[in-house]
T-cell receptor
Framework: AQSVTQLDSQVPVFEEAPVELRCNYS??????LFWYVQYPNQGLQLLLK??????LVKGINGFEAEFNKSQTSFHLRKPSVHISDTAEYFC????????????FGQGTTLQVKP | DAGVIQSPRHEVTEMGQEVTLRCKPI?????LFWYRQTMMRGLELLIY????????DSGMPEDRFSAKMPNASFSTLKIQPSEPRDSAVYFC????????????FGSGTRLTVV
């Protein structure tokens, strides 16, 4: 079975500062990894994904994440945040291959302050 | 494509009443998922379908919950009888081939049981 731990429930940051949202996972098999964003009163949107290949993946809105197999982590980063990035961010994992379901972490609320 | 469409957006009902939530997935997607989101438990997968067939309903909390997918373009989640602890946001999502490309989420139905 797989599990996901998002280490911070809330991350406050000032506008234009860098941010890192942390995600660790547990799995006995190889996995695909995802980050989703949820704006208030909306559904989740895919930010980026890691399937294979380069461990640094770039997504929408200037976000990127790095897959670290040895540390079983997939941290999300942005060098300079905007007020509009205020949202909840979810890390998710599922087994690679054509089987299994997507398991979400508990979410991290990013609060960007002016 | 209009995306995943859920209805209603908001539902307020009295305890004991039957509630039906509806979902229209993206055309061509062969997987459909129902999630429930609460502050206490985060995002929980309730059930998912592949080609209209239920594959895993282990997340359905009780027999009061049932889900159907009579055809590729429509699914329902029914709660009968409803209880206050069922109050949550219910999301439907669809994907092609188990979501390697990510899931597409609807905007959710906010259910309040009083």
């Amino acid at each position: 079975a797989q599990s996901v731990t998002q280490l911070d429930s809330q991350v406050p940051v000032f506008e234009e500062a860098p941010v890192e949202l942390r995600c660790n996972y547990s799995s006995s098999v190889s996995v695909y990894l995802f980050w989703y964003v949820q704006y208030p009163n909306q559904g989740l949107q895919l930010l980026l994904k890691y399937l294979s290949g380069s461990t640094l993946v770039k997504g929408i809105n200037g976000f990127e994440a790095e897959f670290n197999k040895s540390q079983t982590s997939f941290h999300l980063r942005k060098p300079s945040v905007h007020i509009s990035d205020t949202a909840e961010y979810f890390c998710a994992v599922r087994p690679s291959g054509n089987t299994g379901k997507l398991i979400f972490g508990q979410g991290t609320t990013l609060q960007v302050k002016p | 494509d209009a995306g995943v469409i859920q209805s209603p957006r908001h539902e307020v009902t009295e305890m004991g009443q039957e509630v039906t939530l509806r979902c229209k997935p993206i055309s061509g997607h062969d997987y459909l998922f129902w999630y429930r989101q609460t502050m206490m438990r985060g995002l929980e997968l309730l059930i998912y379908f592949n080609n209209n067939v239920p594959i895993d309903d282990s997340g359905m909390p009780e027999d009061r919950f049932s889900a159907k997918m009579p055809n590729a373009s429509f699914s329902t989640l029914k709660i009968q009888p409803s209880e206050p602890r069922d109050s949550a946001v219910y999301f439907c999502a669809s994907s092609f081939s188990l979501g390697v490309g990510g899931y597409t989420f609807g905007s959710g139905t906010r259910l309040t049981v009083v």
